[in-house]
């Protein structure tokens, strides 16, 4: 069983013991915390929250639910929802902040809490660290009975989130609408399975070949949205002479696209593409992670504006867009955050703008994809033990590189003329991520394999 507690929020296996998993007590003592802290700052007593597909979703909502309750918090419950939902309805309900249950791309057997401010936004590290000290001194008292906080039920930001989306500058229903898409799509049996379809049809998409549409939690595969993954969303697009397949995680905040001939748009270019469209339109600054691809950096360029690189992580990279006045930014796992709509990863977004974009070059997705900045980029992780001390691993690779352009900001990101690697300790899984990018799949995995290699001597 496995609990972490990281930037990402209280994550963990359901089941086992009490710290080692997220069992009710976890869920309990950090809701409550939680509670406690953001009701402190903001003086509302008043949280959203809102949950994926998972089985453990009803039973950890229920455990949330009547946490905040018992310490005198009113309850706004948006039921099935998404990530980006949920953050929007924050500040629309004016409330103190918001509890997200999902485990984002983790399989069924995990759940977390991600924890939200008034903003909508992902709380800071240091905020995150409160809460779990609180957490675990248990020092916060409960409501008497006549304080106890209520709860309702608003099954109404479906629809808000898909006007929000309508409304923004740059989506063009009427180009969509008149481009006829056929589209395929794959939910993972969650709630993009009712929010994706729902978008479309708002959007004109009248074509729309649904599989692993029903938000019963019951995953087909490992719901990841990666290649490996994917292959009925293939099937489908193939079968079906779709013209896009969309893949989306569990919660909604990740967005991958397919293009025509069955094959991935690629994870990494979801941003990319979008950042395309909306530079064309609004000349400015975008931002990407440390581990994202360099195509966004040469789109941006190309455009006229400056890019720059966060830390991994949401709230990371929201930093940094704010600090440069973004006008895109996001994550290359397929994570696009807009601004005019709202800091958060938001796969309906993503969609909206990225049919627009299509629509207007009357392009084949691949085609498109033909034309952007050609990089690959191969993905490896190591297995982390309990006697490996990773800092001392990170410090021996930055010495072997130190005359190598380099970055400690996120672990150790090593920049060559033509390929990058990032070795960087996962927020969410007990692994060592090593990302590596070059200008053919070869080159891309052949760096990887090298700086593998290296790192197991070190660990010898």
């Known amino acids: 069983m496995t609990l972490i507690k990281s930037i990402s929020g209280i994550r963990g296996t359901i089941g086992g013991r009490a710290g080692e998993g997220l069992t009710p007590i976890d869920i309990v003592k950090f809701t409550a915390a939680y509670g406690t802290i953001i009701v402190k700052q903001s003086g509302i007593k ?6 994926d597909a998972r089985i453990s979703g009803e039973m950890v909502s229920n455990l949330v639910i009547g946490t905040l309750q018992s310490i005198g918090v009113d309850v706004i419950d ?91 500058e740059y989506v063009d ?53 990666l290649k490996e993954h994917l292959t009925d969303l293939s099937a489908a697009v193939i079968e079906n002479k779709a013209d896009l397949g969309i893949a989306v995680d569990p919660d909604v905040d990740r967005l991958v696209f397919m293009m025509e001939d069955g094959e991935l748009f690629g994870e990494e270019y979801t941003l990319v593409a979008v950042a395309d469209y909306l530079l064309q339109h609004k000349k400015g600054n975008t931002v990407s992670n440390l581990s994202s691809t360099r195509a966004l950096r040469d789109v941006t360029k190309a455009h006229g504006g400056e890019y720059y690189a966060a830390a991994v992580g949401e709230v990371n990279v929201v930093t940094k867009m704010k600090e440069v006045d973004a006008v895109i930014g996001g994550e290359g796992n397929g994570g696009v955050i807009y601004p005019a709509s709202h800091y958060g990863r938001d796969a309906l977004v993503g969609v909206a703008i990225f049919l627009t974009h299509l629509a207007k070059l009357g392009k084949k997705a691949s085609e498109y ?26 410090a021996k690779m930055e010495e072997k590189y130190q005359n190598e352009e380099h970055s400690t900001i996120d672990g150790l990101k090593i920049d060559f003329e033509n390929e990058w690697v990032h070795l960087r300790k996962s927020n969410t899984e007990p692994i060592i991520r090593i990302y590596s990018e070059g200008p053919t799949p070869e080159a891309a995995e052949q760096i990887a394999q090298k700086i593998i290699r290296e790192i197991e001597e070190i660990i010898k």
């Open 46 to 51: 008043k949280i959203v929250v809102g949950r």
């Open 78 to 168: 948006l039921g099935l929802s998404t990530t980006p939902t949920v953050e929007i309805a924050v500040p629309l309900e004016k409330a103190a902040g918001g509890i997200i249950l999902t485990a984002s791309h983790n399989p069924g057997q995990w759940n977390a809490l991600k924890l939200l401010n008034a903003k909508g936004e992902f709380i800071s590290d240091a905020e995150g660290q409160e809460v779990l000290a609180l957490g675990e001194s248990l020092d916060f008292d409960f409501s008497a009975v006549e304080a106890l906080g209520s709860v309702h039920k608003d099954y109404s930001y479906l629809q808000k989130h898909i006007d929000a989306v309508l409304a923004l």
């Open 173 to 225: 229903k009427e180009a969509i609408k008149a481009a006829n898409f056929k589209v395929a799509l794959d939910a993972v049996n969650s709630t993009g399975g009712t929010f994706i379809p729902a978008l479309l049809d708002a959007l004109g998409v009248q074509t729309i070949y649904k599989i692993h549409c029903e938000p019963n939690g019951n995953f087909p595969h490992n719901p990841e949205p």
């Open 369 to 394: 994809r033909a034309s952007l900045p050609q990089y690959f980029m191969s993905k490896n992780k190591i297995t982390l033990t309990p006697e490996l001390d990773i800092d001392h691993l990170l």
